[in-house]
């Protein structure tokens, strides 16, 4: 599982690297030659969806997605955890429900071609479900950790 974390950390690190260095090209290219790179649009979008949902997979993996435990800290530990575990069971399921139907977006969005580069919304729309699928496994091996923790009786 480890291997997803690390290509998702590379992958999203690569795009963000490109996302920057064809922003300074562009940005170069329209004010200095006045000649703006017409694609930057389509390529921007494309990066940016890839980098948020690789992102997340990150985050997921490293378990520093945004959380206001204010409430939920003044539980005892095992409550805690039978809490996150069923919060993290819905976030499944809301993420298997996103799969199914980002895939399904996907498909039908796979003979739609964006308008300069003509290239396939495929491309773009695939980054959804592909991140919820990311996050889905992260948030399943966070089941079975709290599964384990309260049965062996272990707080946080």
Request: hydrophobic fraction near 60%; charged fraction near 15%; glycine fraction near 8%.
């Amino acid at each position: 599982m480890s291997w997803i974390g690390r290509i998702s950390s590379v992958l999203a690190g690569a795009a963000l690297a490109v996302l920057v260095g064809i922003t300074i090209a562009s940005v170069v290219m329209r004010y200095v030659f006045a000649s703006p790179i017409f694609w930057l649009e389509e390529i921007s979008g494309l990066l940016m969806i890839w980098i948020v949902m690789l992102g997340a997979i990150v985050t997921e993996r490293d378990g520093q997605h945004l959380s206001i435990p204010l409430l939920v800290d003044i539980f005892p530990a095992k409550l805690r955890i039978a809490l996150d575990l069923v919060v993290s069971l819905l976030s499944v399921a809301v993420l298997f429900y996103m799969i199914y139907l980002g895939v399904g977006l996907s498909l039908m969005a796979r003979t739609k071609l964006t308008s300069i580069l003509q290239m396939s919304w495929f491309w773009i729309d695939i980054a959804v479900p592909v991140g919820a699928a990311g996050l889905a496994l992260f948030m399943i091996r966070q089941c079975f950790r709290d599964i384990a923790l309260l049965a062996r009786g272990d707080a946080k």
